[in-house]
Structure formats: C-alpha cells, structure tokens
C-alpha cells in the first residue's frame, strides 16, 4: 500500500474507533428513526369534531366539509347536540374540539386551530351570500350558477409539475445534513492538521512521506469516514421516508440520493482544502478556531443560499448557485428534488467544482508544505505560500 | 556512508551553518557537539529532508538522498511527538509501515522493540497515558521499528534518567554494531567521550575540531602537567624553555608543556623549589578539549538547537 493509502487508512481507523464518531452515528440513526416515529404519532391528529347545535351551524359545518375537502385539510366530524348548551358541554368535556352555537359564534377549549379560522369565516361568508342570492329572487336552480367562480389552470412553466411536499422534505433534509457534514468533516481535517503540528509528531511522518501525500491521505480517510455516514443517512432517510405511510415517497428520489452523494463528495473536497489550509498555517488547536472562521461563514453563506433557493428553486438566482463551484452542493440537490436541474446543469456544475478543485489543489498543497513544519506561532497564508516553494519534498 | 559537504544554511540574518563538513562512517557512533544554536538541530534536520539547505549538499552511500533512500533512514526530533491519542502498538506498527515494511513484519517488530523496553503490557495504551520516560521509550522504538540503515537522533540523552540513559547507551551499541551509522547530537560530554567513537564539535554553524575521540582528546595542544609543591616561592615554573601556566588550582599549577620542554627539568626544578607531592601528566577530558575549541562548557549545558 503506498503512502497516501496508509495515511487514509489510519484516519479512517483511529478516527472511526472514535466515540465521537460512534455516537454521532447512533445519534442519527435514532434521529431519523424518531422523526419518523413522531410523523407518525402527531402528523395525523384525526379529523376535528364539530358540535352543531341547529340546522344553521349544521349548514355551516357542511359548507365548512365541502371546502376542506377542496384544499386537502384534515376531515371534521359532526356531533348534532340538542342545543347550544349541550354543544358546549360537548366541548367542556373533551368529546368535540368545537361548538358551533349559530349566529357566527364558535367555542372552543384552547383556541381554534390555526388552519380551520380562515375557512371557517369563508365558510359563513359563503352560506351569507346564499341567503342573500335567495332573497334577491333568483330562482332556485339558478343559485348555484350565481355563485359559481370558475378558475382555470394553465401552466406556463417548462415543468410538468410543482414539487409536491415530500420532495421538499427531501431536499431540506439533504441539504441540513449535508452542510453539517461539510462542516464536521472539513473542521476535522483541519484539526488533524492542528494536532499533528501541535504533538510535532508531523515531523518524524514528514521524514517518511511528502507533505502532500500526508495532506492527501488524510483528506481522503476522513473524507471516508464522512462517506460513510453521508451513506448511513440517506439510508436511514429512504426508509423513513418509505415507512411513513402518510407521505408519499416523491417520484426521482434514487436520483435526489445519487445527487447528494456526488455532491458530499464535490463539496467535501472543496471545502476540505478551505479547511487544511487554515489548519496548516496555526500550530495549536485553540487557535484553529479564528483562523477557521472565514470558511465558515462561507459555508454558512452557502446553506443561506441553499435556504433560499429552497424557496424558490426555480428562480434565477438558484440557477446561478447551483453552478457556482461553493454553493453548488448545496443548491443542485435542491433544484434536483424540485425536480429542475437537467442533466447539462448537473454536468456543468460538475464540470465547474472540478476546475475549481484543480486551481484550489496545489495551492493548498504548497501552503501545507510551507507551514507544515513551523510548529510555533501562526503563520499568513501568503508566507506559508511563499515558503512552500523551496519546501523540503520528503 | 553519511556525507555531510559544506553544508550552509541562513535565517535571515542568522547563520545557521556556515560551510559544515564531516562523515559518519558504517558502524561508527559519532557525536554531535556545540553549544546552543550551533546548528547540529538544522544539520540534522538536513539531513532528514526536513529542513533545505541552502548551500551544499549531503550524499549517502556516495549518492545524493532520495525518497526511497531516506526511508531508510531512523529520525528522533529534537522535539518529540507521537500521536498522542493511539495506542503505542498500532502507532509501532504504522510507522513501520510508512517506512516500507509489510504489514505482518510491521507489527511483528512494533511488538518486540515494545516487549524489548519492557512495555509489552502497555501495548494497547495510549501514548499519552503513559509516562514521560516511557513515552521517550517508544520514541526511540519509532526510530528503530523499521530497521533502519541510518539512525539520526537529535539530543536522545535529554530528559531520560540513569537506567533510560543505560538503554539508549546500549541501544546505540548495538546498531552500530549491525553496521548502522549513528549520528547524535547531546550536551552531555563526559557521555559522548564514553559512548562515541567519533566526534564533530561545532560552533557558530562551522566545524571546529573533528575525528576519533581519543585523539581529539589529546589534541595539537601541549601537554599538562599538574604539580603539587609545598613552594616559598609561587613562580618557581617561570623561565624553563616551553613551560607555561595553564591554570593554578588553589596550590597546585596545571603547566603546559610545549614541544621543547623537558619534564624532567621540570620536575628537577619543582624538587628545587620545595617538597613534592604530585607530578603526573593529565589526561585531558572532552569537556576540556570542547572549552579550548569553542569556549566555556557551561553554555553548552541545557536544550536547544
């Protein structure tokens, strides 16, 4: 095995026997597995039960049914009481979430749900008009034309659809778990970086290997390890996804998954190089943090992008991130869920983080070859530069 | 053969080494001495390809030193370092294996050289759970687990304690006795004299006094003689041919006895002054060779470069 593979590998078995790293996975695991559980306990919360208490309120709750079911909100069910006392009561002891007592009123225990209010007064607005379409005259089987609208769709866009909610879901839950990843993962190569300079165990390994197959090996074994786990959560988030019963995996979802994995993969090593950079020119841990900031508000500008994109993935500005080599991870497997994204895009964001990762890698190389041996103080990034050209090679 | 030739090296402003030349030969353990900042650190970095020289070069077994070379090759930094948070087997084991060796051999001698310092049972602990003597230890089974063709220690002697010093000391014996060059720098000259065969003395980055230990020890230098006579007069030395004082030691003199100097004169003219209790000539040590050469010993005691 030749040296870069060994540096990977000890960062991939020193760091996997890691707790943190075992917890960490445990814990996204159960994550994953309570959302799931949780889905399924409180996102079907049954239909609303409405108390009538005349033949008014009971008008009203049936118009109320008729507009639920066009928009797709939860069913309610209707309890005839006697009258508006016994809807109360109804109420008071818990056997109807609402009492409809006529004349508009509403009671409730606790508020009516957030969802319910509009329509509920569409709904009265709705069963005035009819009365007074009825007194005006017009004869009765004309009503209903009367208040008939009609409304006719027509789509203008490329796309054949709007993305449903559970491609949403996907896409917001890849790109939280990828921005976290690239940030646990990039910092990690960084530290290792660190703590090498710190022990100054990097000098008796700098004597065996090159600085760049040390940098290498390491990236990619810790690069490995976050594989891994990227692997372990779309696996977990599939399952979920397909055993909650109440969302319908969305159509394309193996191609969102290979999306996310490509882009773990691109944007881990772009963001890997950011990293060691600011961890070579440091000599100690503590001081790691500052001199990483700048990545990461980098990446955090990238995971607000990502957010925004997610609102509008088919905007123009979403376009344009998902071609730009640092916000690209985090914007194509959002347009990839909203089902946007043709293949050329894809291709040419490829085609643009892999240039981008060319320019970035001897630079980051010849940094850490410059400053990988100053083991005191803390070093700029253009001294570093400058001193990884006359850089002992091995 | 290690070939160190007109090595040079500036900081800036600093001169780390200023034209250094000298060889280890197979088998031969060889001193490094001077004072701190001398250069030994850079020399050896150098030498490791940790470090680039500015001038000069560094050839072995008469070739310039290439990767495969100095993969070879067996290195204790001045400042030590293992990976603090992995067990001191696998750690063995792995940097054996950067080194080139096979797998299975790897671990094979990250085993034995642990078992040969007695920390067998500590094999599965981590490096930083044990003690500083024990972690200076593996260090030195970190230079020597891959079997190395040349062994390059800088200050191996520092911080280790009496029975610490008797292994390294014996360590050393014996891969030069397999034929390896051992090169080491260290402040402690009565055990440079004792351990090494040969010894480079620098001073300001350029060698000042280099070969065999005994015959640096005796050196161009003139003879002593230490006298110890019960004299009236104190200046009873003063004008024999060749004979000078070296150093009066609270009664007695050390006279330096040049080539034309004749002892028995000397000691004819000392039974003349007064009743002598002591006359013999004095072998001179390391230390005092070093402070002719370089200047006082005092300030080559302590760490550092």
Redesign the interface.
Known sequence: MGAVGLVALRELIERGRSKAFLIANVVIVLAIALGVLASQLLGDPGPTRLAVADEEADALARVLEQQLAVVGGAPVEVLEAADAGAAEALVREGEADLALVGDGEVLADGGVPRALEPLLGLAAQSLALQDAVADLGVPSYLQPRLLEGSLTVTNVGEDDEAPDEASALVAFGAVVALYALLIIYGQWVAQGIVEEKQSRVVEVVVSTVTPTQLLAGKVLGIGLLGLFQVLLIAGAGVAGLLAATDVAPPAGLGGVVALVLAWYVLGYALYAMLFAATGAVVSRVEDLQSAATPVIVVILAAFFASQFALQDPASTAAEVMALVPLTAPLVQPIRGAAGLGSPLEVLAGVALALAALGLLLPVVARVYAGAVLRTRGRLSLREAYRSGSDAPSG | MLELSALGRRYGDVVALDGLSFAVEPGQVHGFVGANGAGKTTAMRIV?????ADAGSVRWRGAPID?AA??R?G?M?E????????PCA?QLA??A???GMPKAVARERAGAWLARFGLAERAGDKVEDLSLGNQQRVQLA?ALVHEPDLLVLDEPFSGLDPIGTDVMVEVLLEQAGRGVPVLFSSHQLELVERVCDAVAIIDAGRLVAHGAVESLRRGDGPDLVRVDVDASAPSWWQGLPGVGLHRAEDGRVLLELGPEADPDAVLDAARAAGSVRHFGLVERSLAERYREVVGDPREAVGQGR
């Open positions: 490791m390809g940790v470090e680039r990767a100095r993969r090759f290195y930094p400042e030590r370092g293992l990976y603090p948070k992995m696998r792995y940097l294996r950067l080194h970190a």
